[in-house]
């Protein structure tokens, strides 16, 4: 089945610098990509998503890329703010029958003000 | 719209017993998926009900199981409880289109096993 890798497992910066989180999938099926914030005793929420046939999106500050040759895909927060402090999960879609996603280990993000 | 919602929020059980937990999804959706996330673990899918009908599942024991009724609405029990049962157990909706699709996550049932 799908595996996916996620790094680092911990991200500190300062306010106004840029954070960059990677993961790996192993199965070259896998075509949907979305990323998660959670804070502390909340929901996941999504903060965006990624199909195969796109190589790079971007909503504001947040940007995802995708290289499906090398079966990795990062997040890109530039800009950073102290309430971009979260953990972030990683994703990507499995088989059909078996996981409908398959989550990275999350990274916990600090920005300091 | 109003968000993904579960009930209860907390739960205290003891080894043994059993548990059902219960999810509503955003109004339109017909899929509704159960994750369970653990500290040591992460965030693991449990399984996936479609139109009343079990279409995905994850790498867990029998003692989960899970069930959705006409109007969408999913509950899941876990039967003859262990102390590493206890977890978050999550649930997300989604229109039902296939793999590929957003899911939208419910707040969570926090599940403490003693």
């Known amino acids: 089945g799908e595996n996916v890798e996620q790094h680092p497992s911990t991200l500190s910066v300062q306010e106004g610098d840029s954070a960059v989180i990677k993961c790996t999938y192993s199965?070259?099926?896998?075509?949907?990509f979305p990323w998660y914030k959670q804070e502390l005793g909340k929901r996941p929420q999504l903060i965006i998503d990624i199909r195969s046939n796109v190589g790079e999106k971007k909503d504001q500050r947040i940007a995802v890329t995708l290289n499906k040759t090398a079966k990795h895909f990062s997040l890109h927060i530039t800009e950073t703010q102290p309430e971009d402090s979260a953990v972030y999960f990683c994703a990507a879609s499995g088989a059909g029958g078996s996981e409908k996603l398959v989550f990275g280990k999350g990274t916990k993000l600090t920005v300091n003000p | 719209k109003a968000g993904v919602t579960q009930t209860p929020r907390y739960l205290i059980k003891t080894r043994g017993q059993q548990v059902t937990l219960s999810c509503s999804p955003i109004s339109g959706h017909r899929s509704v998926s159960w994750y369970q996330q653990t500290p040591g673990q992460g965030l693991q899918f449990l399984f996936e009900?479609?139109?009343?009908?079990?279409?995905n599942k994850g790498n867990f024991p029998g003692r989960f199981s899970g069930r959705q009724f006409s109007n969408s609405r999913s509950e899941m029990n876990v039967s003859t409880l262990e102390l590493g049962d206890s977890a978050l157990y999550l649930c997300?909706?989604?229109f039902g289109q296939g793999m590929e699709e957003t899911q939208y996550f419910g707040p969570g049932t926090r599940l403490l096993v003693l």
């Open positions: 997300a909706s989604s």
């Open positions: 199965d070259s099926a896998s075509n949907y």
């Open positions: 009900y479609f139109s009343e009908t079990q279409r």
